[in-house]
């Protein structure tokens, strides 16, 4: 079974920026649809990004302009590269792909 495993998560100031990185153990070639969510303490898990086997890629109105979405499928790796964040970007971030479900999630935290 192909695992997905998200890091880059940790504690950074607000401003500041992390790029979250979600390795798959199998190839991501014919995945069509990947993408992060987010769950913050006591709320809904959240759609923050997706993109396509095309690349095309669709952005909560929350990351737009500050988040950015890439995926390199020789390495069958997703990004995340997030600046300028704020508190409330603070959240477990997971990452999903089409037929494979659901990382582990790793942890942001902005915070001075």
């Known amino acids: 079974q192909v695992q997905l495993i998200e890091s880059g998560g940790g504690l950074v100031q607000p401003g500041g920026s992390l790029r979250l990185s979600c390795a798959a153990s199998?190839?991501?070639?014919?995945?069509?649809?990947m993408g992060w969510y987010r769950q913050a303490p006591g709320k809904q898990r959240e759609l923050v990004a997706t993109i396509t086997s095309g690349g095309t890629t669709d952005y909560a109105d929350s990351a737009k302009g500050r988040f950015t979405i890439s995926r390199d499928n020789a390495k069958n790796t997703m990004y995340l590269q997030m600046n300028s964040l704020k508190p409330e970007d603070t959240a477990v971030y997971y990452c999903?792909?089409?037929?494979?479900?659901w990382g582990q999630g790793t942890q942001v935290t902005v915070s001075s």
């Open positions: 199998g190839s991501i070639f014919r995945i069509y649809v």
């Open positions: 999903y792909a089409d037929y494979y479900g």
